[in-house]
């Protein structure tokens, strides 16, 4: 598995899978990287690791990697090696072309949660500086838009509320919508020490995923709804805690907007929410519910941690809301073991999102249309800036199958793999007359694409990621980049042949101009962070070592906000022709649309995606488990392996999206949540029927 050899020496660097961020010291000899060494002074990880950061790096030296500069004048031509210098003149050229035909909005750009924090910082700056517009979005649009929405709203900022660490001091952990044994293996390790302590732990989630039950753990409750009830669920919950006064009225009153909060305890006290009535809509029993709602706000310190599960659906924006609404109730914000927290898929979602990478915000998550805030760019930047929220990625292909969007440029994100509704997205990608891709290979997106950038790796680069609970931990580049420029200077190439001059010699200083515009970040720098290791942000004069715990004393926005959070079910229905749901999530040994872990060894343990069915369906159907079947719903149909397994319920099936050979987004719906039009991949009616195949 590991490149073999005696290291001659080391560097600490941040593991670029998922949003734990594990420390590693990747040892090299000579420029070889021989290992990846779980480092022990990792705050995240405390030494330990998973099996993707530690093996899955081959993928970096991968014979797939395309490590010099292409172009073409259609997608059916031949790509032609080109120098960097042509590469960015040809692409300046033509996004100004069609922004002189098309108008100015007819460009944006998508940044990436796999890159650095720096990088991301310039892609927004080169798409609002010389795009002129603000048509820059980012891959958390299809994961955790809505944990921005949903506690920038109520609590005031977009980010998770407690450390990792302080699971330690949780009494009560509920999970809603995560399989962390999982998508986030070494801080799941963490969260069973704690249980294995006698921490209670209520489980939300339709499948029985591990945490239900292992040798060590056993969950008081699995609450398995049905996908698409989250919300209906969130309210029942509430519902026990305001009617049978579990309400922490103290907390409540001195920290939280009270007129919202008899709306909303008026709200949720309706007949209607109660659990006896919504138990035909979510599945769950009312008397489990009941019980976990008494756990939940009576239990001690209460923890909340949530994953995709949540936020992607059409409601996703509402549920979280509802989570933090609970949160508040119960005065389970702001003390130790008390939180409500995002486990963030990507390794820098969270700092792509604080980056400046929607539309509608500057880095720092402050609106574009703040003028002083504006203004505060437009001094640094030498450039006026628009006010006007731009356009987000799913109204960016709408526009481009409408013909008004014509330019685009994509770093390190596979939208034609990872975006719902694959034709749609191709289409609108295919109608486009310039498309640049930056990235490690020739992924589903550039093959629609007219110049190819070569990226780099984490390990060939310096920058920093942000983990999920806010932490900066610091990249060291470990080796050169193999296309002769690291991702932050491709950019830089292509915003100064733009005409939108930038000059850093190094990452530090574009972390430097970060600090300087962003309040959250300002006590950030990199001689800070190599001298204490991470850093938690808000880091500035008030907290000049960081927060590991938000909202302590009160909450960002002032006063909590309670929102009501009323339950609407999707769009998405089953029927005679669509009987059953499909949910998609990850696998251990993967990540995400498998660009890197499908060019490493960890591929031996999961060599295809398989749809998990329940034994009553699959033998309604005649499947038997490793059979071949059709996976089809209202906008396509894939084949796959069936894996009849107990950890789904009746009617509700699972698979992964690792494999584009098996492209299960060809098959999810295009409905996304109300607020932030992430995707509802959680929810699509299917019917499955055994194949003729092998
Ligand atoms: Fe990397 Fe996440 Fe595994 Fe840590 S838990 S090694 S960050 S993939």
């Not at 080391?10 to 290992?35: I, P, Q, W």
């Not at 007129?259 to 209607?272: G, L, M, T």
Request: charged letters at 25%; glycine letters at 10%.
């Amino acid at each position: 598995v590991v490149a073999l050899g005696t290291p001659e020496h080391s560097v600490v660097t941040t593991c670029a899978y998922c949003g734990v961020g594990c420390s590693f010291k990747a040892e090299m000899k000579g420029d070889r990287l021989v290992r990846m060494v779980p480092y022990k002074d990792g705050k995240a990880n405390e030494g330990h690791s998973c099996v993707k950061g530690r093996f899955a790096f081959g993928y970096a030296t991968h014979k797939d990697r395309i490590t010099t500069p292409m172009i073409r004048a259609r997608i059916t031509d031949p790509w032609r090696e080109v120098s960097w210098e042509e590469a960015v003149r040809h692409a300046a050229s033509e996004l100004r072309r069609i922004q002189r035909e098309h108008g100015v909005d007819a460009i944006g750009g998508i940044t990436s949660s796999r890159c650095t924090n720096e990088e991301t910082f310039l892609v927004q700056k080169m798409i609002r500086g010389a795009f002129g517009n603000n048509n820059v979005d980012t891959c958390a649009r299809v994961c955790h838009s809505p944990t921005g929405y949903g506690l920038k709203t109520t609590l005031g900022t977009s980010a998770g509320t407690q450390d990792f660490a302080s699971v330690a001091e949780a009494d009560v952990i509920l999970v809603i919508g995560a399989n962390p044994t999982d998508g986030h293996p070494v801080f799941a390790s963490r969260m069973k020490r704690r249980l294995r302590e006698g921490a209670r732990l209520i489980v939300v989630d339709p499948r029985r995923i591990d945490l239900v039950r292992t040798p060590h753990v056993r969950a008081d409750h699995h609450l398995a709804l049905r996908p698409g009830t989250n919300v209906a669920l969130l309210n029942a919950l509430a519902h026990v805690v305001v009617t049978e006064g579990l309400v922490a009225e103290g907390y409540v009153r001195e920290r939280c907007d009270l007129d919202a909060f008899e709306d909303w305890a008026r709200f949720v006290a309706e007949a209607r929410n109660a659990p006896e009535a919504v138990e035909a809509v979510t599945g769950v029993p009312a008397r489990a519910v009941r019980e976990a709602a008494r756990l939940y706000a009576s239990g001690g310190a209460a923890a909340i941690y949530y994953g995709l599960g949540v936020t992607e659906h059409s409601q996703g924006s509402t549920a979280v809301m509802a989570m933090a609404n609970l949160a508040m109730a119960t005065g389970n914000i702001g003390r130790p073991g008390a939180g409500v927290n995002p486990l963030r898929g990507q390794n820098n979602v969270q700092g792509a999102c604080d980056m400046g990478s929607f539309p509608h915000e500057f880095s720092g998550y402050r609106h574009v249309a703040d003028d002083a805030v504006r203004e505060s760019f437009e001094t640094s930047w030498g450039v006026p800036l628009s006010p006007e929220p731009g356009l987000r990625i799913p109204n960016m292909l709408d526009e481009a199958v409408a013909g008004r969007f014509r330019g685009l440029f994509v770093q390190g994100e596979d939208i034609a793999q990872s975006d719902p509704d694959t034709k749609h997205v191709t289409a609108g990608l295919a109608a486009m007359e310039c498309v640049i891709v930056q990235d490690l290979f020739l992924n589903e997106t550039a093959k629609y694409a007219h110049v190819f950038l070569p990226g780099s790796s984490f390990l060939e680069k310096d920058g920093t990621f942000t983990n999920a609970e806010r932490r900066i931990n610091r990249v060291r580049r470990v080796m050169a980049p193999l296309g002769g420029l690291a991702d932050w200077e491709g950019v830089m190439a292509l915003s100064n042949a733009l005409g939108f001059p930038m000059d850093y010699r190094h990452p530090g200083e574009i972390m430097d101009e970060i600090a300087r515009l962003t309040p959250t970040f300002a006590g950030v720098s990199y001689a800070k962070l190599d001298e204490v290791g991470s850093l938690q942000w808000p880091c500035n004069e008030e907290a000049p070592l960081g927060t590991p715990t938000m909202h302590v004393d009160r909450f960002v926005r002032g006063k909590g906000r309670f929102m009501v959070t009323e339950f609407v079910p999707t769009e998405e229905r089953t029927g005679v022709n669509f009987p059953l749901i499909l949910t998609t999530g990850r696998i251990l040994s993967q990540y995400n649309v498998g660009a890197q872990t499908r060019r490493t060894e960890n591929s031996r343990w999961h060599a295809e995606d398989v749809l998990e069915i329940h034994p009553f369906d699959a033998e309604l159907r005649g499947i038997r488990d490793g059979e071949l079947v059709s996976l089809e719903s209202r906008s396509g149909d894939i084949a796959l392996r069936a894996h009849v397994s107990e950890r789904m319920q009746p009617g509700v099936v699972y698979t992964t999206f690792h494999h584009a050979s098996t492209g299960a987004n060809v098959i999810t719906t295009d409905y996304s949540d109300w607020a932030t039009n992430c995707p509802e991949y959680k929810v699509t009616a299917v019917q499955v029927r055994r194949t003729n195949g092998p």
